[in-house]
Every structure is written in structure tokens, then in C-alpha cells.
């Protein structure tokens, strides 16, 4: 999980998702002791930063880039 941020910096929106994948979704977060927003987070994160999308600094949530 990234730390070291204002929880109050952070943006909402809502998602529609196929049920079979919020499930899915939910069980994964619950094997990594995450809620399922956690989960949503840790796993764009993840991607955005394997596509060049996302810096790596730890903490940084502006979704900068280089």
C-alpha cells in the first residue's frame, strides 16, 4: 500500500463492475489482507507503472510521471 499521503488528496468516481469480477476482485483483496478499493489501487498502480505511466517514488499519487 502507499503511505505518506493526505487521504483528503485523493480523488473519488465511481466504477460499474461485472459482479463475477467484483467478486473476484473481493476475494483477492481478502487473501491480501486489503479492501477492495486497496485492491483496485495497488493493482492500476502496479500496471500504470509497468506502462511507463506512473513514477516509481513511493508515495507519489499525482500519477506524474517522469
Known sequence: MM???DMSDTKRFLIRLDPRLFAALRRWADDDLRSVNAQIEYL??????????????RGNRNGGGQ
Open 3 to 5: 503511505l505518506g499521503f
Open 44 to 57: 492500476l498502480t502496479d500496471v500504470a507503472r509497468r506502462a511507463g505511466r506512473l513514477s516509481r517514488e
